[in-house]
């Protein structure tokens, strides 16, 4: 625990002294959970992350390059971050180790005024399970899991929750317990595990967003930087545009992938599907209606003039670019006599 003995040491130095030192990086390993840790400026927030399932790494997984989720993301915005990685798929952050530590380490960090918490799915259990003992300020959680307590959470039959079972759901930091922690929760309200695990934090702001489901999206929302970008907006002003985050996810819907992606979902249910159907062919009119309305606003004549610029010594890319024009405002009579001029 060699934090544990660096931060101690630590604290015997004025504030200029403690910033003369940073930055400091380092790892530890507590049982089944691996935490690295950077500290760049004590003035700044200090974040905390916990891994979500699906990152099942192995201790012999980890060398001194390995980074554990969230890390690099904390890193990229210059904020300090203590990130925890569980190790092997059934993982729920429980080891009595790893408990010690937080109750040791929560002790040491007061030079640190602001706090901010991340997680998803099992992460943001995490998260909340150790809001108040960690003294978070502001928490983001995707995905929610509130405990898999099953006197809690009986109406969550997830296979996860059966194998949780073999550790301890009744001792310390079983549930959440968010203390001061204000923050967001964003969750699909049709996934009714999600939703009724998302009442059961009312001090939170709720973000909805249709169809996300429970991890089964977490690569095709990555694609598109859904999650990067909340987060990284979360990190960086320590709170959400909340219009913009409805803008950004109503964007995703205009997207075929979306469908796609949602329809391999939900292969097995006839009735799911039919209701994806009859919203695919509602937005797509709506999409239609989206562009019309747009583009009479859109101005291509930089386009058209970077065009005949180079349409003696570049052709080929005059005619590109032309082309784009002409996709951007059909039937325009000017983009058609000059394609017609270049072909």
Known sequence: MKLLYWLDEWLTHSRSQQQAQLPMTGGDLLDDVFVKYAFVDVNKPLLFTFSPAGTNVQQQDIDEDFAPWGYH????????????QHLGKSNWFRSRNLIFFLEQLTTLLEPFSYRLGYGLSRGGFAVGAFANLLQLDQVLLFHPV???????????????TELAQQFDWEGDYHDLDLG???????????????????????????????????????????KFGFYKQVAVDFIRYQQLDIAQFRQQTKTLRFKEDYYQSLNKANAYSEHRLGLLSKAHNILIDEKEAHVQEHQAQIDVQPLIDIALKHQDDHPQDAIQLLEMAQQLVPNDPLVEHKLRQLL
């Open 146 to 160: 509130s405990t898999k307590n099953k006197a809690l959470a009986p109406w969550d039959n997830r296979s996860s």
């Open 73 to 84: 993301l904390a890193k990229k915005q210059h904020v300090n971050v203590i990130s925890f």
């Open 180 to 222: 001061k922690a204000k923050g967001y929760i964003i969750y699909d309200p049709t996934n009714h595990i999600d939703r009724l695990h998302a009442k059961r934090y009312p001090e939170l702001t709720h973000l909805r967003v249709f169809g996300m489901g429970h991890g089964t999206h977490a690569t095709y929302l990555n």
